[in-house]
């Protein structure tokens, strides 16, 4: 009660350094959950881009209906397979159709369909295509595979690009929380040196001593908590707003996910960095106390 | 009741800060630790309060033998010392209720209580300034034994009086004073018991 007393007193006495240190503590935690959201954005959005790639599978020409079918069927069961659809040759001549209306006249005129009947295939993971594509390509009944390698390629880099970007970001805003705790922890205890002397001398008990750092500690942080609750949704939502922003045709994680899985990642995170800052804390306050005395027999 | 018993202080880097040093002093008495500076005078208040340990020798302060002292035992015996130290130990950015309620909120007393009786002790003390505030956070805690280090120190010779007339009214009320002063006037004009010092040992023990 009484480390607790002392703890809002002490925030009290000094509200502008109280009010800094919260606001900086809260900047590291939404700077972090911001990254954190921006992460699940672009996963997200590379998730979207991979949907659309796929594989076609021309079939060999004069192929019956049911071995078609039952093509289709093997394809689908296939684990590394999202979805897989049949293209027949007449709406393969459809959708070119449509795909080069300047072209239309040519595509009626002609008089056999040249576009082998096809089944275009979605895999699960960009990563696993190539492997895909020969599976599909060893199947009896499948003339030729083909897919974007260039673009899958591109794609995959640009995907291990961006994810280490935001470990090395990550790790950087751990490196910022740990580091900030602990200067702060060492900028409080070195405010306290004189109070823990002379709580000692005033018969406080060694739990009182010792606490006084961490409490102070605890406090700062719960009111870091408290405006980056409050100020983590208009980051979200700045977020989400970019996202459409840049790709319309992607549809965002509902913010409400979010927001909690930010929320807690940056709180966990940050409990850490406390925890391991009020035992730093601790330890200071013992080394201090016998730095006191150190320099008082020095002084003497 | 305070003992030392062949205590000595040897630091880390091989200097003496006491040797051999032994004496008692009997409860509800008013003693004086004398001698020059560097004598010793502040080594051996705070090996009473347990800031140090003694490298030999027994320190017992009411049988308690205070280097043997930890966790709730150290922790009893310092509120049963009151501190006074020359350059006041006061915390400058808390306001002088605050500083003599200390004593009082460590040992979770009501918020009522210690204003009642932050008050009364200020105006006991009859002083003025940091001494003011100083000596009542040593007396509000009733302790059985104050430490005073040179708490004249800084003092003419007027404030300095009315200080030890302070721990005197401590004393009359039944609490043992032990007082450090390289100030020889001052002990010679009490005519009260006094240890003296001199590079760490003990030269002299008894009353003018």
Aim: aromatic share 8%; hydrophobic share 45%; proline share 3%.
């Amino acid at each position: 009660m009484f480390t607790l007393k002392q703890t809002l007193r002490d925030l009290v006495r000094h509200p502008i350094r109280t009010l800094l240190v919260s606001i900086l503590i809260a900047v590291l935690m939404v700077a972090s959950a911001g990254i954190y959201a921006m992460s699940i954005d672009v996963r997200h959005t590379i998730a979207e881009i991979e949907r659309t790639h796929s594989i076609n599978a021309y079939l060999l020409r004069g192929l019956d209906q049911t071995s078609i079918q039952t093509l289709l069927e093997q394809m689908q069961k296939d684990e590394a397979v999202a979805r897989a659809e049949y293209v027949s040759p007449a709406d393969g001549l459809k959708k070119l159709e449509i795909q080069y209306p300047q072209f239309a006249s040519v595509f009626r005129d002609l008089t056999r369909n040249p576009i082998p009947p096809l089944i275009r295939v979605y895999p699960v993971s960009v990563q696993g295509i190539a492997a895909l594509a020969a599976e599909l390509r060893s199947l009896a009944g499948v003339q030729t595979v083909e897919y974007d390698e260039g673009s899958v390629q591109g794609m995959a880099n640009a995907n291990v690009f961006v994810h280490s970007l935001l470990l090395y970001v990550l790790v950087l805003a751990g490196f910022l929380f740990v580091a900030g705790f602990c200067l702060m922890a060492f900028s409080i205890i070195n405010g306290k040196r004189k109070e823990t002397a002379v709580l000692s001398v005033v018969g406080a008990s060694n739990l009182q001593v010792l606490l006084s750092t961490p409490a102070h500690l605890v406090a700062v942080w719960a009111l870091a908590s408290v405006l980056f609750a409050v100020v983590l949704p208009s980051v979200i939502r700045y977020s989400t707003t970019r996202l459409k922003a840049s790709f319309s045709w992607v549809t965002p994680e509902p913010a409400g996910v979010v927001y909690a899985g930010a929320a807690s990642v940056v709180l966990l995170a940050s409990l850490a960095c406390l925890l391991l800052a009020c035992v730093i804390a601790t330890l200071l306050a013992y080394r201090i106390d016998e730095e006191q005395r150190r320099e008082e027999t020095l002084l003497e | 009741m305070i003992q030392m018993l062949s205590v000595s202080k040897r630091y880390d880097d091989g200097y003496y800060g006491l040797r051999d040093i032994t004496f008692k002093i009997g409860p509800g008495k008013f003693v004086f630790l004398t001698g020059e500076s560097g004598a010793g005078k502040s080594t051996v208040l705070r090996l009473i309060y347990r800031a140090e340990r003694p490298t030999n020798g027994t320190i017992l302060v009411d049988g308690v033998d205070t280097a043997a002292a930890h966790g709730r035992a150290l922790t009893s015996l310092r509120r049963r010392i009151g501190m006074v130290f020359q350059d006041y130990m006061l915390l400058f950015d808390r306001t002088a209720f605050e500083n003599v309620a200390l004593p009082l909120a460590v040992r979770g007393v009501g918020k009522r209580i210690i204003s009642q009786e932050v008050d009364k002790y200020l105006d006991q003390v009859g002083l003025a300034g940091k001494q003011r505030v100083a000596l009542a956070r040593a007396l509000i805690a009733k302790p059985d034994i104050i430490l005073a280090d040179e708490p004249t120190g800084n003092l003419d010779l007027s404030n300095g009086e009315k200080i030890v007339e302070v721990l005197h009214d401590a004393n009359r009320l039944g609490a043992t004073v032990f007082m450090a002063t390289h100030d020889l006037y001052l002990v010679q004009s009490t005519r009260l018991p006094f240890v003296r010092l001199r590079g760490g040992r003990k030269v002299e023990e008894g009353n003018f």
